[in-house]
């Protein structure tokens, strides 16, 4: 009997704290947004923190909530933009594509090194060592801390300077925020004309260190009919909003440190083919004479 009652005494207690906890639920329930469910599902997942919220969940609380605007994902694009828009019942508009951009052409070849580096593959460590291995105190070490971070293989070391596949980059803001010199910038993905290069210095020490850096010339600023080029502390900069692509601070810049905008050479049409000449007729071969010798006896 004891055995019974026990199992009927936690059966009750079992149903009682049930009941308690079914009350609970609904008094204390949070009231959850279903459109930030939808969108929290419409986003890509990566949690990569671009957006500027902590996650996708942070970023989809935010849009719901009128906080952040429904193209706020990097990763997703205007795919996503529309998905978010047609979930909030408005329009997601034309977002240009913002990528990362390395300012720095100082390649193994182009610069001139302090000291032969043998420490941690990472260019924070580097960096603390009297500012790194390369002359230029402004210049990407090339130890791929950027590269290790990003998760969209979108930036990769080559001949010791980062470069970034723009294709690739979502605008996540990782290698930006880890790179220890500050070289990492944001860009639109449409503006090809970039100065490589964010050194301080004075020409004669940029001259010294790095054969592609800006020396402070000032031509570009001269060349450029838009006022794009921005001279400021000894050192060239572009005005996107203004810049119309033209090439010339490119192609006028002595060390070659703006990359220019590459231009497709008009394809060439094919000449058309010369009339085939109509075959001459042979000349008719006359039969060969044969000669007869006369072997009459005289």
Known sequence: MLIVYAVVVLGVLGLIFGLILDFASKKFAVEVDE??????EALPGANCGGCGFPGCA?????IASGAAPVNGCPVGGAATAEKVAAIMGVEAGSG?????????????????????YSGIEDCRAA????????????GCLGLG???QVCAFDAIHVVD???VVDEEKCVNCGKCIDI???????????????????????FGKAVKDNCSVGCIGCGICVKECPFDAIIFENKLAQIDYDKCKQCNKCAM??????IKPKERKKPAVAPKPAAPAKPAEAKAEEKPAEVKVEDKTEA
């Open 35 to 40: 459109k930030e469910a939808e969108i929290l």
């Open 58 to 62: 942070g970023l989809a609380a935010a």
């Open 96 to 116: 240009e594509k913002i990528v990362a951009n390395v300012r720095c052409k100082g390649t193994c070849d182009a610069t001139k090194e302090k000291y032969e």
């Open 127 to 138: 960096a603390v060592l009297i500012g790194g291995p390369k002359g230029c105190s402004y």
């Open 145 to 147: 801390t950027c590269v």
């Open 160 to 162: 010791g300077v980062a």
């Open 179 to 201: 790179c220890p010199k500050g070289l990492i910038e944001r860009k639109p993905a449409n503006k090809a004309v970039t100065v490589q290069c964010k050194s301080n210095d």
């Open 252 to 257: 006028k810049c002595p060390t070659k440190v």
